[in-house]
C-alpha cells in the first residue's frame, strides 16, 4: 500500500486502485513458498549489469525505495501483455515478492 506520508491522499489512492489485490497476490501461500525456494537477487549474485554495454543507460530500483515493487509490477503486466517468457515474468514476479518481504523487514524510504 502507498505511505500516506509519501504521497497526497489522491495519489496513494491511484496507487492502491492501480495494483488493488497485486500485493496480496505477490503473498499468498503458494507464492510464499516458492520466494523461501528461490534465490534472491542482490548485487553480489547477478551478471545482469556485468552484461550491460559499457556505454549502456541502466535505471536500478533497490527494495529499500517503498515505489520499487510497483514499479516492477507494472513491467511484469506489461512484459506478460508483449508474449515476454513466462520464466523470465515469474522471476519479475518473485522479486517484487522478495522487494516487499526486505521492505517489511528492514523499512523503506523514497531515495534522497
Known sequence: MADEKLFSPEQAAGL???FKGVVQDFLSPQTA???AATVIITKHNSTVLANCADDEPIFVLRASDPLAPYAVMAWLREAEAHGCP???CRGADLQATHMISW????GSKLPD
Open 103 to 106: 521492505a517489511q523487514a528492514h
Open 86 to 88: 513466462p520464466d523470465k
Open 33 to 35: 513458498g516458492e520466494v
Open 16 to 18: 492502491r486502485d492501480m
